[in-house]
């Protein structure tokens, strides 16, 4: 089976350029583990494909190699960091990726392009031949395909510890005692406060996406979290990861011409640190955050968000109004960020359309090593989804 890899995750013998010219023909000569656990399975690797420099945006563009375009619209973006292998699926160059995430970048892109993706619970795959790994809390690496039963595959074969990722090798690959298999499944679903506005499209989908696994039997409502309304996860994650992946970005630019770097790299190491006092506070909302989520999956098996605020946007736009709001772009995160800050495992799958043709993904969220509950309710939510089929029209116009 062939596969394509983002340009941050080392390859044996094939450049991993990181998006930068400061990595232009970099070579590694090891396979990151994903990488070699794929081949070992028997995947081959077919290509490499764009980032963001450093893999830091929410759209894939870079000095090195360019811009990656999405191939509903080429005018729109396939989002970042991992878009240029969301767009490789979409349009049907590769039947399965490895992308990786630090806040949105394997969710995100998989919903601008309307294919399906999952960041594990974090510590499930190893992170061992990628970079960055600083934050090394909050980075993932997942699987990206066009069907739930190949994201499944995948990830059947990139879990377990390397012996070489302190993080994998710590964590406890256990879902405890589960449910009863008498007892039906029970979902909660939110748009609500403490995720940010949605457009009415997406919240729509949502809803939808809610109501068809009602249909199926599963034990569906609406619920809200309070841990998010107390405690906005997006502030929280910017607080914490500024300050931690500031070093490993100045390392990697000393000595380095301007002209070497994107705007990306300059405006991360031009923010301001964070103060003691803010960042233990951070700390303490990211612990709280988990609070809240571990007192929701004791009731439920899972809870449905939005991934996107909105449909894939054009390229360049740096403020979006949504349902009357006005905000800027990082905003784009603020569904997906609290599963990293949580490291709650987390998939995306397209269950809609935009009215101009875009498609609108849900967010499926688990507790902790609970993804088969969130693959398997992705899998009843494929089989009927209305949207199971289309793909872009490669010519750039949208349907």
Same mark, same amino acid.
């Given at each position: 089976?062939?596969?394509?890899?983002?340009?941050?995750?080392?390859?044996?013998?094939?450049?991993?350029?990181?998006?930068?010219?400061?990595?232009?023909?970099?070579?590694?000569?090891?396979? /990151?583990? +994903? &990488?070699?656990? %794929?081949?070992? #399975?028997?995947?081959? !690797?077919?290509?490499?494909?764009? @980032?963001?420099? *450093?893999?830091?945006?929410?759209?894939?563009?870079?000095?090195?190699?360019?811009?990656?375009?999405?191939?509903?619209?080429?005018?729109?973006?396939?989002?970042?960091?991992?878009?240029?292998?969301?767009?490789?699926?979409?349009?049907?160059?590769?039947?399965?990726?490895?992308?990786?995430?630090?806040?949105?970048?394997?969710?995100?892109?998989?919903?601008?392009?309307?294919?399906?993706?999952?960041?594990?619970?974090?510590?499930?795959?190893?992170?061992?031949?990628?970079?960055?790994?600083?934050?090394?809390?909050?980075?993932?690496?997942?699987?990206? /395909?066009? +069907? &739930?039963?190949? %994201?499944?595959? #995948?990830?059947?074969? !990139?879990?377990?510890?390397?012996? @070489?990722?302190? *993080?994998?090798?710590?964590?406890?690959?256990?879902?405890?005692?589960?449910?009863?298999?008498?007892?039906?499944?029970?979902?909660?679903?939110?748009?609500?406060?403490?995720?940010?506005?949605?457009?009415?499209?997406?919240?729509?989908?949502?809803?939808?996406?809610?109501?068809?696994?009602?249909?199926?039997?599963?034990?569906?409502?609406?619920?809200?979290?309070?841990?998010?309304?107390?405690?906005?996860?997006?502030?929280?994650?910017?607080?914490?990861?500024?300050?931690?992946?500031?070093?490993?970005?100045?390392?990697?630019?000393?000595?380095?011409?301007?002209?070497?770097?994107?705007?990306?790299?300059?405006?991360?190491?031009? !923010?301001?640190?964070?103060?003691?006092?803010?960042?233990?506070?951070?700390?303490?909302?990211?612990?709280?955050?988990?609070?809240?989520?571990?007192?929701?999956?004791?009731?439920?098996?899972?809870?449905?968000?939005?991934?996107?605020?909105?449909?894939?946007?054009?390229?360049?736009?740096?403020?979006?109004?949504?349902?009357?709001?006005?905000?800027?772009?990082?905003?784009?995160?603020?569904?997906?960020?609290?599963?990293?800050?949580?490291?709650?495992?987390?998939?995306?799958?397209?269950?809609?359309?935009?009215?101009?043709?875009?498609?609108?993904?849900?967010?499926?969220?688990?507790?902790?090593?609970?993804?088969?509950?969130?693959?398997?309710?992705?899998?009843?939510?494929?089989?009927?989804?209305?949207?199971?089929?289309?793909?872009?029209?490669?010519?750039?116009?949208?349907?």
């Amino acid at each position: 089976m062939p596969f394509t890899v983002k340009d941050s995750i080392d390859t044996a013998g094939v450049p991993t350029q990181r998006g930068s010219p400061i990595f232009e023909g970099r070579t590694p000569e090891t396979d /990151a583990t +994903s &990488v070699a656990r %794929l081949k070992n #399975a028997g995947g081959v !690797l077919l290509a490499k494909t764009n @980032l963001p420099e *450093f893999s830091y945006w929410i759209e894939s563009d870079n000095l090195l190699s360019g811009r990656t375009n999405n191939p509903w619209d080429l005018e729109r973006t396939p989002g970042g960091s991992s878009g240029g292998e969301s767009a490789a699926i979409a349009a049907g160059m590769s039947p399965l990726g490895l992308g990786t995430d630090l806040a949105i970048s394997v969710r995100g892109p998989a919903a601008q392009t309307g294919i399906v993706s999952l960041k594990a619970t974090h510590g499930l795959v190893p992170m061992t031949g990628i970079w960055p790994r600083a934050p090394r809390r909050f980075w993932h690496v997942g699987p990206m /395909a066009r +069907s &739930v039963r190949d %994201l499944a595959l #995948a990830v059947s074969q !990139l879990a377990g510890p390397d012996g @070489l990722d302190a *993080f994998v090798s710590s964590a406890a690959f256990s879902a405890g005692p589960g449910r009863s298999p008498d007892r039906p499944l029970r979902v909660g679903w939110m748009v609500g406060p403490g995720l940010g506005p949605v457009d009415p499209e997406v919240a729509a989908t949502v809803e939808a996406a809610a109501d068809a696994l009602k249909g199926l039997g599963v034990l569906v409502e609406p619920v809200g979290l309070p841990a998010l309304e107390r405690d906005f996860a997006l502030d929280v994650f910017n607080r914490l990861h500024v300050m931690e992946m500031k070093p490993a970005f100045r390392a990697a630019t000393a000595g380095r011409r301007e002209d070497e770097l994107y705007k990306m790299a300059k405006t991360m190491l031009s !923010l301001p640190d964070t103060s003691m006092d803010d960042y233990i506070e951070a700390e303490q909302a990211a612990e709280r955050l988990r609070d809240g989520y571990a007192a929701y999956f004791r009731d439920y098996d899972a809870l449905i968000t939005q991934v996107l605020p909105i449909p894939a946007h054009r390229h360049g736009v740096e403020q979006f109004v949504i349902d009357g709001q006005t905000v800027d772009a990082t905003y784009l995160q603020a569904a997906t960020v609290p599963l990293n800050v949580t490291g709650l495992p987390g998939l995306s799958m397209r269950f809609g359309t935009s009215t101009d043709g875009m498609p609108i993904n849900v967010q499926i969220i688990g507790g902790w090593h609970a993804e088969p509950t969130i693959l398997h309710l992705a899998s009843l939510l494929e089989e009927v989804s209305p949207v199971r089929g289309p793909r872009p029209n490669l010519l750039g116009s949208s349907r």
